[in-house]
């Protein structure tokens, strides 16, 4: 339902942008967002942004990453900038979707962002 891509190696001062693209047979995408799980971490909020464009943003982020989406695509995207070590984590989409079933929330499968020299 939610296929993220972009992940990889990066050096510090770096960028990435991240894609989350949802598929199936969706009525309406309410709420779209980024998370991220580093090791021995619990997974925290990084970005989220609704339907009508209003976006938050975890402090540690606020500045460098900024969180878009296509609603004729059924996209989200998280583009990172000047990333530091610290942003290295599994970063997965999420999605407040409505389908055939009703509503309820998706995770994608999860991307790997590494920012090391």
């Known amino acids: 339902q939610l296929q993220a891509s972009g992940g990889g190696l990066v050096q510090p001062g770096g960028s990435l942008r991240l894609s989350c693209a949802a598929s199936g047979s969706i009525f309406n995408i309410d709420v779209m967002g980024w998370y991220r799980q580093a090791p021995g971490k619990q997974r925290e909020m990084v970005a989220t942004?609704?339907?009508?464009?209003?976006?938050k943003y975890v402090d540690s982020v606020k500045g460098r990453f900024t969180i878009s989406r296509d609603n004729a695509k059924n996209t989200v995207y998280l583009q990172m900038n000047s990333l530091k070590p610290d942003d290295t984590a599994v970063y997965y989409c999420?999605?407040?979707?409505?389908?055939?079933?009703?509503?309820?929330?998706?995770w994608g499968q999860g991307t790997q962002v590494t920012v090391s020299s």
């Open positions: 999420n999605a407040d979707i409505s389908t055939w079933r009703g509503p309820a929330n998706y």
């Open positions: 942004i609704t339907g009508r464009g209003t976006t």
